[in-house]
């Protein structure tokens, strides 16, 4: 019976530090930025028209989530389109995803990124994919804050 008890308690102890380390590691749970990446070759965000404007914290814990449809042209293993920005690309700010096909939901894709110590303003775009006309274009603004 005390064996059981001290397994409850390792597994509850286990399941709290589950739960709670990542809110206490990382201050709370990041912020999610949802994009849409458009069949013809476009970001998009809901409530801003155009090119979207993303603003981040530097140091910021953020998810991107990505809602994706296959453009014109995709490689191979589906993969549709690619969100990079070219100064991070080495930390890992260049993510590929894959598109859903015309008729057919978005294939939703979620990356969990370290915004970078680096304040300015910064080009983000489907720069590893040729996703078809339009592809140059797909481009989004990042303004990182101090």
């Known amino acids: 019976m005390q064996r059981m008890n001290r397994v409850l308690i390792f597994n509850l102890t286990v399941a709290i530090f589950l739960i709670v380390l990542p809110s206490v590691v990382f201050?709370?749970?990041?912020?999610?930025?949802?994009?849409?990446?458009t069949h013809d070759n476009h970001f998009r965000m809901a409530g801003q028209k155009g090119d979207p404007v993303i603003e981040l914290k530097a140091g910021e814990v953020v998810k991107l989530r990505f809602s994706s449809m296959k453009g014109p042209e995709f490689e191979k293993d589906g993969?549709?389109?690619?969100?990079?920005?070219?100064?991070?690309k080495d930390q890992g700010w260049s993510v590929r995803f894959k598109g859903a096909d015309p008729g057919k939901p978005p294939i939703v894709t979620e990356f969990t990124l370290v915004v970078p110590n680096k304040p300015g303003e910064y080009k983000a775009g489907c720069f590893t994919v040729k996703c078809g006309k339009g592809h140059d274009d797909m481009v989004a603004k990042v303004i990182i804050k101090s």
């Open 27 to 37: 201050g709370q749970a990041p912020r999610v930025i949802e994009i849409t990446a």
């Open 79 to 88: 993969t549709a389109h690619d969100f990079t920005i070219k100064e991070f």
